[in-house]
């Protein structure tokens, strides 16, 4: 069974800085695009940022462009997300994803990052 694995989420004021880590297994993990999605109460599930399997290319919502960074570690089999200059708007679930093809589609639990004003 494949696992995800979110941590790092927690309370942080505003303009301060988190990184959620993802730690992948069960899966080759080099094979897979991997992204972050967060969902706030009330709210769709929405891509904050998606990075290819080598980690040449990276992708932003626009709302998190310039404060947060994906970045992944093959050898590890993790993928991170630094967030920087956090906003309340930011406070979420945070949800990593790994996407292959529609038939090899993954998600983890879930982490809960509060943006306090």
């Known amino acids: 069974q494949v696992v995800l694995v979110e941590s790092g989420g927690g309370l942080v004021q505003s303009g301060g800085s988190l990184r959620l880590s993802c730690a992948a297994s069960?899966?080759?993990?080099?094979?897979?695009?991997m992204r972050w999605f967060r969902q706030a109460p009330g709210k769709e599930r929405e891509l904050v940022a998606g990075?290819?399997?080598?980690?040449?290319?990276?992708n932003y919502a626009d709302s998190v462009k310039g404060r947060f960074t994906i970045s992944r570690d093959n050898a590890k089999n993790t993928v991170y997300l630094q967030m920087n200059s956090l906003k309340p708007e930011d406070t979420a679930v945070y949800y990593c994803n790994a996407f292959r093809d529609r038939l090899s589609e993954y998600w983890g639990q879930g982490t809960q990052v509060t943006v306090s004003s």
């Open positions: 990075i290819t399997s080598a980690g040449g290319t990276t």
């Open positions: 069960r899966i080759t993990f080099r094979f897979y695009v």
